[in-house]
């Protein structure tokens, strides 16, 4: 019995030793096919065109938990707008920039910086107890 589990073994190594890749046939040319002929589309036409736009709006932000103070306003009359925005830099200045922009000139700017504004001190936070 020993003699047929050792050949049986033998006869499966040498089976594993001597095999190779399976043949596999020429895979051929791929069919190529002519690509429909696309048919155009047409073009919408946006109708609600206004040849003069106009616009206006402002927005000023102070929070006082964060320190972000900031604001700015913009009007367009047609090709020509003009606004202002400013903020509170780091440093504590306010840095406010006038804007005027027309298809003559293009865009111009002025910036100003006005006054310090006292910046608030940081209030420390009370420790954890213990994270885990």
């Given at each position: 019995m020993a003699f047929k589990c050792i050949a049986a073994v033998l006869i499966g190594v040498v089976a594993v030793a001597f095999a190779g890749l399976v043949p596999a046939p020429f895979p051929g040319v791929a069919r190529v096919f002519p690509a429909p002929v696309a048919a155009q589309v047409p073009v919408a036409v946006n109708t609600n065109y206004d040849?003069?736009?106009?616009y206006t709006f402002a927005y000023n932000v102070n929070d006082a938990l964060t320190g972000d103070s900031k604001s700015q306003q913009e009007s367009r009359d047609?090709?020509?707008?003009?606004?202002?925005?400013?903020?509170?830099?780091?440093?504590?200045?306010?840095?406010?920039?006038?804007?005027?922009?027309?298809?003559?000139?293009?865009?111009?700017?002025?910036?100003?910086?006005?006054p310090l504004v006292h910046a608030k001190g940081v209030v420390p936070v009370a420790p954890a107890l213990r994270a885990f």
């Open positions: 040849p003069h736009p106009q047609g090709d020509v707008v003009q606004g202002s925005y400013s903020l509170v830099e780091p440093d504590g200045n306010i840095r406010t920039v006038l804007y005027y922009a027309d298809p003559i000139n293009g865009f111009n700017a002025v910036v100003q910086r006005g």
